[in-house]
DNA sequence: TCTGACAGACTTTTT
DNA sequence: GTCTGTCAGA
C-alpha cells in the first residue's frame, strides 16, 4: 500500500528531499511543528530524520515516537531502519495509549493503583457505566435517560475536553439538561468504581499518566532524560490531555517535533481538537514552524478539487499544496441508480484495472461507516475479487470472543467486577441479583478469600459451576497464556455450545483468539495490547501465509485509510446523509469534521480517483431512514460551489435493468474510445 | 429471583 | 439486526 523506492540509503533520501522537508530532517534542539499537507511527504520526513538522529549517534532509546496506530508506528520504524539500520527498531514509542500504559504500569504504585490494573475497552466501560445506571435507579426516571453508550460519551467528552459534566451536556447534550446532576453522580461513581475495580479506561491511561508527571517531579525528570527527542505523529489529533502529557515530557529546551495537518483532524468525536495544532507554538514557545506544501501523491486535477474542497473549511492554517507531476486525469463521478449497481460498478472496473497491469494492492475503496461495504462485500466475493477490509470491524465486541476475555480478565484481576458479571451471568439459575451479591462480596474482601465468598452462599443450583469457575481463575496463577486459555475453553465449551447456535461460525474466531494468545508470554501483556490494539481488519485474523502474500484489494473506512495512499481509490456512497453523517448536521464543527473527512478520503487517491453516489433506496431497509426519504443527494461538500462541474467528470452509465446477473461483467462494455479504461458511457 | 417472550429504540468513525 | 426494558410465569 505504501509505495516503497527500491532500496535507498539514507543519504539517497536526504538527497531527495525539498527545502522544508530538509529543514525539519535536520532540525536539533527546541520545538518544531511540521505542517504537512497531504501527500507532502510527513512519514518520509519524521523516518529520515529518525535515521540521521540515529547516524549521529543519538541513541535509539532516547528517541520517543508517538503515533496514531501502532501500525504507522511500526511502518515507520521498518523504513528507518531500511534506510539505516536495525538500530531504528529501538526507538521507543508507539501510540500515546500504548506509551502510557507501559508508564503507568510501572509507576501505578504512586497512584494507588497495583501494576496488575487491567484496562477497560469502551464496551467494557459502557457496561459499567450501565451496571450504575442501574445500581442508581436511574433506568426508570419518567422522562428516557441518556442509554449507557451516551452516558459514556459524555463522561469521556468531559474528560477529554477538560470540562465538567454540567457544561458538555450544556454544550453538547442539551436534550439532557434536566438530568445534568444525576449524569455527574454516575460519573463520580464511574470514577470511584473503576479505582476500586483496579481498572483503567483509554482515557484513564491519559489522565493518570498526566497525574503522574505532575505529581511525581522525580518521574518526570527521570523521563525527560530518558527521552531527549520527541517526535509526535498526526498532532492535529491530540487532545488537551495529551497536549500537557507532551509539556511535562519535554525539558528546556523542549525537544519535540510535532507532525500534523489541521485539514486532516478527524478524530474530534474522540476528544481530539485540531485547534490543539494551531496552539502548539503557544504551549512550546520558541517554536519553528515548517510547512510541507509540495504533493508528492497525487495528480494535478485530484488536487484541485481537494484544494478547492478544503478551501471551503471555515477555520485552517492557510496551505496550499502544488504537485509538479504533469497532468492526469480528471476525478469521475458516477451516480448509479441503487446500491447493487453501485457495488456492480466498482467491481467491474476494479476488473479492468486488474487486466490493465494496476494490482489489487494499489486500489482501493473507502467509505464512512463499516457497514456501508456490505453490499460491495457480497459482489467482490462472487467475483472472486480477494479484498482485505479494515476498519468498521468488530472481533472485540463479538460477544463469544468478550466471554473469554471475560475469564482471562478476572483471573488476572480478580476485582474486575465488569467482567465478573458477565461470567456470573452465564451460570443457570445466577441472575443479576446473586451477581450483585457475589461481585460485592468480592470486592469488599478485596478477592482475597474466595472460599468464603462461595461458603458464604449456601448450596444453590449453580454451586458446582461455580467452584468451578472458582477454581478456574483463582487457582491458574502459574500458567501460562496457552494453558490458560486452554483450561477457559474447556470450562466455556459447554456454555458457548448452548448459548450460540451458530456455534460452528463462532468456533473460528476462538481459533483466532488462540493463536494470538499464543504469541504472548505474560497474561498482562496480551491483555494490554488486545485492548490498545485489536486486530483492525479481517487480515490480522488471518493467519494463513497464502492470503498475507497474495495480492489484494483494501476495502477500508476513511478513518483507518488516513495516512495511505493508493493509485486508483473509489469513493462509495458519497450521498448526502452519509458524508456527511446525518447526525453530524446539526453542529457545524461536526459538519466541519465531515468536510475533513472527505478530504482525507479524496487525498489517498494518486492517479485515479472515482466518487460514486448511488440513490439509497429504503425498501427493506428500515434502519437507516433519516426523515423517511430515499437519499437522493450527492454530498452537499461536492455540490458546494459547484465542485463537481468545475472539477470533475461525469460518467453516466447505460440505464440497465437492476436485476442481478448472472455474469455482471458483460453489462458495462458496450462504449469504448481510445483509452480501454476510461471510456465513456452514454444513455 | 430468574427466565423467556415481547415491544420499542437506535444504529459513525477508534485508542 | 442489536440492545433495553417490561411483564408473566416458574
Known amino acids: 500500500m505504501i509505495s516503497d523506492s527500491p532500496v535507498q540509503t539514507l543519504t539517497d533520501m536526504i538527497h531527495e528531499l525539498n527545502p522544508a522537508q530538509r529543514e525539519a530532517v535536520y532540525h536539533n534542539d527546541g520545538p518544531i511543528l511540521v505542517i504537512a499537507g497531504a501527500g507532502s511527504g510527513k512519514t518520509k520526513t519524521l523516518v529520515c530524520r529518525v535515521a540521521r538522529l540515529i547516524s549521529e549517534g543519538v541513541s535509539p532509546e532516547s528517541i520517543l515516537l508517538l503515533t496514531f496506530t501502532r501500525k504507522s508506528s511500526h511502518e515507520m520504524l521498518r523504513r528507518a531502519a531500511d534506510l539505516l539500520d536495525e538500530r531504528c527498531r529501538r526507538v521507543s514509542g508507539g501510540t500515546f495509549h500504548g506509551f502510557a500504559n507501559i508508564i503507568l504500569h510501572k509507576y501505578a504504585h504512586y497512584l494507588g493503583y497495583s501494576h496488575q490494573f487491567t484496562i477497560l475497552d469502551r464496551s467494557d466501560s459502557e457496561d459499567l457505566v450501565g451496571m450504575i445506571r442501574k445500581e442508581l435507579g436511574f433506568h426508570k426516571t419518567e422522562k428516557k435517560f441518556p442509554q449507557k453508550g451516551t452516558l459514556g460519551s459524555i463522561i469521556g467528552k468531559g474528560v477529554n475536553t477538560s470540562r465538567r459534566i454540567e457544561d458538555v451536556i450544556a454544550k453538547d447534550y442539551s436534550q439532557f439538561m434536566e438530568f445534568g446532576r444525576e449524569i455527574a453522580q454516575i460519573a463520580t461513581a464511574y470514577q470511584d468504581q473503576k479505582r476500586r475495580m483496579q481498572v483503567m479506561d483509554y482515557d484513564d491511561l491519559l489522565v493518570q499518566l498526566l497525574t503522574l508527571l505532575k505529581s511525581a517531579p522525580d518521574i518526570c525528570d527521570e523521563l525527560q532524560e530518558k527521552y531527549r ?188 467486577s465488569v467482567s465478573w458479571n458477565r461470567c456470573l451471568l452465564s451460570l443457570d439459575g445466577l441472575g443479576p441479583k446473586a451477581a450483585g451479591d457475589l461481585i460485592a462480596d468480592l470486592l469488599s474482601s478485596k478477592a482475597k478469600d474466595p472460599q468464603a465468598v462461595l461458603a458464604k452462599l449456601g448450596k444453590r443450583m449453580f454451586y458446582a459451576e461455580l467452584a468451578a469457575l472458582f477454581q478456574l481463575v483463582f487457582g491458574s496463577s502459574e500458567l501460562t497464556v496457552s494453558e490458560l486459555m486452554e483450561r477457559v475453553l474447556v470450562y466455556y465449551r459447554p456454555i458457548f455450545t448452548t448459548r450460540y447456535d451458530d456455534f460452528p461460525k463462532r468456533t473460528q474466531d476462538l481459533e483466532s483468539l488462540i493463536e494470538i494468545a499464543g504469541r504472548y508470554d505474560s497474561l498482562s501483556e496480551f491483555l494490554a495490547e488486545i485492548t490498545l490494539d485489536p486486530p483492525d481488519s479481517t487480515l490480522s485474523l488471518e493467519s494463513s501465509p497464502v492470503m498475507i502474500d497474495s495480492d489484494y484489494l483494501t476495502v477500508s473506512t476513511i478513518h483507518s485509510a488516513k495516512g495511505l495512499e493508493w493509485k486508483v481509490v473509489f469513493l462509495i456512497s458519497a450521498v448526502d446523509g452519509y458524508l456527511p453523517s446525518a447526525q453530524s448536521l446539526g453542529d457545524l464543527g461536526q459538519l466541519e469534521e465531515e468536510r475533513r473527512l472527505m478530504y482525507v478520503a479524496l487525498t489517498r487517491a494518486k492517479d485515479e480517483l472515482f466518487i460514486i453516489k448511488p440513490k439509497i433506496d429504503m425498501q427493506g431497509q428500515n434502519y437507516h431512514r433519516f426523515g423517511g426519504l430515499p437519499m437522493s443527494e450527492p454530498s452537499r461538500f461536492l455540490t458546494e460551489g459547484q465542485l463537481l462541474d468545475k472539477f470533475s467528470e461525469k460518467m453516466a452509465l447505460e440505464p440497465k435493468n437492476d436485476r442481478p446477473k448472472p455474469s455482471f461483467m458483460a453489462s458495462y462494455d458496450s462504449a469504448s474510445d481510445d483509452d480501454p479504461i476510461r471510456s465513456k458511457y452514454r444513455f
Open 229 to 416: 527527542y520527541i517526535m509526535v505523529d498526526e498532532y492535529q489529533d491530540t487532545n488537551r490531555v495529551q497536549a500537557e502529557i507532551l509539556r511535562y515530557l519535554t525539558g528546556e529546551p523542549a525537544n519535540i517535533m510535532a507532525v500534523g495537518d489541521d485539514a486532516q483532524s478527524i478524530y474530534s468525536f474522540r476528544g481530539a481538537n485540531f485547534k490543539n495544532i494551531m496552539m502548539f507554538p503557544e504551549l512550546f514557545p520558541g517554536t519553528e514552524l515548517v510547512k510541507l506544501e509540495q504533493n508528492y501523491r497525487s495528480s494535478q486535477p485530484i488536487l484541485d478539487l481537494t484544494n478547492a474542497l478544503i478551501s471551503r473549511a471555515k477555520e485552517k492554517y492557510a496551505k496550499n499544496l502544488f504537485t509538479d507531476r504533469g497532468d492526469g486525469s480528471m476525478p469521475i463521478y458516477v451516480e448509479t441508480r441503487s446500491e447493487f449497481e453501485q457495488s456492480r460498478f466498482v467491481a467491474q472496473k476494479i476488473e479492468e484495472y486488474r487486466k490493465a497491469g494496476v494490482p489489487l494492492s494499489e486500489m482501493a475503496v473507502l467509505i464512512r461507516s463499516g457497514w456501508h461495504s456490505n453490499d460491495l462485500e457480497v459482489q467482490l466475493q462472487s467475483a472472486s475479487i480477494p479484498f482485505v477490509k479494515f476498519g468498521g470491524f468488530k472481533f472485540m465486541e463479538s460477544s463469544h470472543i468478550k466471554d473469554v476475555i471475560a475469564y482471562l480478565k478476572i483471573a488476572h484481576n480478580p476485582l474486575d
